[in-house]
């Protein structure tokens, strides 16, 4: 069994990696990818919402399908369909091609994002320790990889296809064969729990879905304007541009990658408002830099910050509701995309309106607002090791309030 469980989350930390360099080579390629289709500063926000938008449909449809579908499964086949679709964006030239590969890829991320934190908080209930932090953590890895790539190949001055297409020949196969040892929990008193559990009770959870709309607006607001905002606002060079995306991953990858351990020995109360305050004080510094290398610092702060929320969020909704934590995540992660569906052409609209500096004091304003719901995330009963763990209780146990 514990061969089992390593196999599983290995696989599963593989997922979240290879999404993560995805996301980032379509997001950091942006300005791109609207000079390759001729699209409008007008119209970029309405694509940019389309992602979202399908996406949360993604998800409302996996909420539905795990009824009679693993989450396994639906992983296994969702990730291949986001891998071609980036390569589609790639190889097209015209704007209904970019419309189909985008909305396929938004679905199948809908799919995707959902399935995999189902089997990630359901591996930490199993394993009885906070691990959920260290899938994110891949998650940025695969992110700091996915905007290197994105650097070289602007650079380099290569075609989007030709960027795409060596790395979609790697991570698909890849991820493919490794779907084959996911492992979707359930022990015989989870199974239990899941089949006696009543309905989900959405006031409980709403404070969460707050959570993680602020933190989605904040991070939208650096993956599909950090790269316009360096190159337009603060006149750096197209190189350069794609560089703030990169950094914020790196301090993801640095935040996530020791956050476990800060959930276990202070708590997630305290890492999360931390977080916050983190997150907004980078904010403040992306919008008064006086120019590209100081803007970086700003979002160095930004990726230190806003990477403890979102998944401390998924696992408190999964402790939260352990009989039912599938449709709790699978409800949680359509605010995933109401951040970004928000965030994106807020920034936008403030932006041409107002000031591109000004907009980012919005995000950085309800990134503060968590600290409102940070007992949200409060883990009252079940807490594990000396202080805020207990050894063989899940992160995700029961008798909780949150994370």
């Avoid at 996301?23 to 289709?37: C, K, S």
């Avoid at 409980?204 to 304007?225: E, H, K, Q, R």
């Avoid at 359509?334 to 965030?343: A, C, D, E, T």
């Amino acid at each position: 069994m514990t061969d089992v469980l390593r196999r599983g989350r290995a696989s599963l930390a593989f997922s979240f990696f290879a999404q993560g360099a995805t996301f980032a080579l379509l997001v950091t390629r942006i300005p791109a990818i609207q000079d390759r289709y001729g699209v409008s500063d007008a119209l970029l926000p309405a694509f940019l919402a389309a992602v979202p938008i399908l996406a949360g449909v993604g998800s409302v449809t996996t909420e539905h399908l795990v009824k009679r579908i693993r989450p396994s499964v639906l992983l296994r086949w969702s990730q291949p369909v986001v891998l071609l679709a980036l390569l589609e964006v790639g190889a097209g030239d015209q704007l209904v091609e970019l419309a189909v590969a985008l909305g396929a890829f938004g679905l199948a991320v809908g799919a995707l994002d959902a399935s995999m934190n189902m089997l990630g908080v359901s591996l930490q209930r199993t394993y009885g320790r906070s691990i959920m932090l260290g899938f994110h953590a891949a998650y940025s890895l695969g992110g700091i990889v996915g905007a290197s790539l994105a650097w070289a190949g602007a650079h380099g001055h290569l075609s989007l296809f030709t960027s795409y297409l060596p790395v979609v020949l790697v991570l698909l196969p890849a991820a493919f064969v490794g779907s084959r040892w996911y492992v979707d929990g359930g022990t015989p008193d989870e199974q239990r729990d899941a089949a006696e559990a009543g309905p989900l009770v959405f006031k409980l959870l709403l404070p969460l879905c707050l959570v993680m709309t602020f933190a989605y607006i904040g991070d939208s607001t650096v993956s599909n304007w950090s790269a316009k905002y360096l190159q337009d606002v603060l006149g750096s060079s197209e190189q350069l541009a794609t560089v703030p995306y990169n950094v914020y991953m790196v301090m993801t990858l640095v935040g996530r990658a020791a956050g476990d351990f800060g959930v276990r020995r202070f708590g997630a109360v305290a890492v999360v408002r931390l977080g916050a305050v983190v997150a907004a004080l980078g904010f403040a510094v992306v919008a008064v830099a006086p120019g590209a290398w100081v803007g970086m610092l700003g979002f160095t702060l930004l990726g230190l910050g806003l990477c403890v929320i979102v998944p401390q969020t998924f696992a408190a909704a999964g402790r939260l509701f352990p009989g039912s934590s599938d449709t709790a995540i699978a409800r949680l992660n359509i605010f995933n995309y109401v951040g970004f569906l928000i965030g994106s052409p807020l920034v936008g609209a403030l932006g041409d309106a107002w000031s591109y500096r000004g907009a980012m004091l919005v995000p950085m304003v309800l990134v503060l607002v968590t600290l409102g719901y940070a007992r949200s995330f409060a883990s009252q009963p079940d807490r594990y090791g000396d202080v805020h763990e207990r050894p063989r209780t899940a992160d995700v146990g029961r008798g909780s309030n949150g994370l």
